[in-house]
Every structure is written in structure tokens, then in C-alpha cells.
């Protein structure tokens, strides 16, 4: 496991000051800093913590209570690491959505309410996360930038 460090991304040489980003992955950027980075942070892009992220109201897997045996955790998974996410579908900690266009519109539109959703999700009632057509695309834009090619095509792994 040691030897599997992903750091070659577009991402990783534009935090390094090698590179940088193009207008739109710029801008992905900036909606993902705003939107996401409360969550998918650090050098992993996790906060390796469990959140219920409004996948489900009604919840038939139970996520970290079966562990914890509280309601308080209810639907919550862990916070999966970005890296190659373009990459590393079927997504979800149960493969629900197939493409990342998926797990965009799940943000956009099917939060579903629980009494264990991270109040990150959820405003006064409402989505926090809204995003217009055009900053999907540039999202995904940066997205991208976290795909370490060299990595995923080393023949070692």
C-alpha cells in the first residue's frame, strides 16, 4: 500500500506551482472550493469522516449505526478520497450512480432529507449546493485535473 501514492495529477502539479489550470478548470475550481472542499479536502481529498450526504430518507443500508448502533449515524458512509474520481465509477458506497453526471445531479437535485444529513447539505431548508448547467461543465473540468495518468498506467500496480 505504500507504494501506491497518486501526487502526478494536473491537480497535484498546479498546487506544486508546475503548472496551471485553464479558465474553466479555474473555475471548476472555485465551485469546488465553495461547494465541496468541506468534505473533500487535504492531500487525499477526503476528511475521513462518516456523513449521511442525503443519498436516502428511508434507509434500507444503515451505514456506520450498524456499527455505532445510534441513530445519529444513520446513512452516514465515509468520505471517499477524490483522486482519480473520473475513473472510479460506479459511485457511492453502494454503486448506485454510474457516471459522474449522476452524482453532480445527485447535488443539484435529490438530496433527500433525514434527521442524520449533514448540515452541510442543507441551508434553511434547502439545498446549499446549487449549480447552473455551465458550472457543472467547468466542475468536471477540474475534476479531471485530479486524474493521475501516470499512476493509473504503471505497470507495477
Same mark, same amino acid.
Given at each position: 500500500? =505504500?507504494?501506491?501514492?497518486?501526487? *502526478?495529477? &494536473? +491537480?497535484?502539479?498546479?498546487?506544486?506551482?508546475?503548472?496551471?489550470?485553464?479558465?474553466?478548470? *479555474? &473555475?471548476?475550481? /472555485?465551485? +469546488?472550493?465553495?461547494?465541496? /472542499?468541506?468534505?473533500?479536502?487535504?492531500?487525499?481529498?477526503?476528511?475521513?469522516?462518516?456523513?449521511?450526504? #442525503?443519498?436516502?430518507?428511508?434507509?434500507?443500508?444503515?451505514?456506520? %449505526?450498524?456499527?455505532?448502533?445510534?441513530?445519529?449515524?444513520? #446513512?452516514?458512509?465515509?468520505?471517499?478520497?477524490?483522486?482519480?474520481?473520473?475513473?472510479?465509477?460506479?459511485?457511492?458506497?453502494? #454503486? &448506485?450512480?454510474?457516471? !459522474?453526471?449522476?452524482?453532480?445531479?445527485?447535488? &443539484? +437535485? #435529490?438530496?433527500?432529507?433525514?434527521?442524520?444529513?449533514?448540515?452541510?447539505?442543507?441551508?434553511?431548508? %434547502?439545498?446549499? !449546493?446549487?449549480?447552473?448547467? /455551465?458550472?457543472?461543465? $467547468?466542475?468536471? $473540468? +477540474?475534476?479531471?485535473? =485530479?486524474?493521475?495518468?501516470?499512476?493509473?498506467?504503471?505497470?507495477?500496480?
Amino acid at each position: 500500500m =505504500l507504494l501506491l501514492v497518486s501526487d *502526478q495529477s &494536473r +491537480f497535484d502539479m498546479v498546487m506544486r506551482g508546475e503548472a496551471v489550470f485553464t479558465a474553466k478548470e *479555474q &473555475r471548476g475550481k /472555485a465551485l +469546488f472550493d465553495k461547494n465541496c /472542499a468541506t468534505c473533500h479536502s487535504g492531500a487525499l481529498l477526503t476528511n475521513n469522516k462518516f456523513i449521511n450526504n #442525503g443519498l436516502d430518507s428511508v434507509f434500507t443500508d444503515i451505514g456506520r %449505526s450498524l456499527i455505532s448502533e445510534t441513530s445519529e449515524d444513520l #446513512g452516514k458512509f465515509k468520505v471517499p478520497s477524490l483522486r482519480n474520481i473520473m475513473l472510479t465509477g460506479p459511485y457511492m458506497h453502494d #454503486g &448506485r450512480f454510474k457516471t !459522474i453526471d449522476e452524482v453532480i445531479d445527485h447535488y &443539484r +437535485f #435529490g438530496i433527500r432529507p433525514s434527521p442524520s444529513l449533514d448540515t452541510r447539505l442543507m441551508v434553511n431548508g %434547502s439545498m446549499k !449546493i446549487q449549480l447552473e448547467d /455551465a458550472d457543472v461543465d $467547468d466542475l468536471k $473540468d +477540474f475534476l479531471h485535473t =485530479l486524474t493521475d495518468r501516470k499512476f493509473i498506467s504503471n505497470p507495477i500496480f
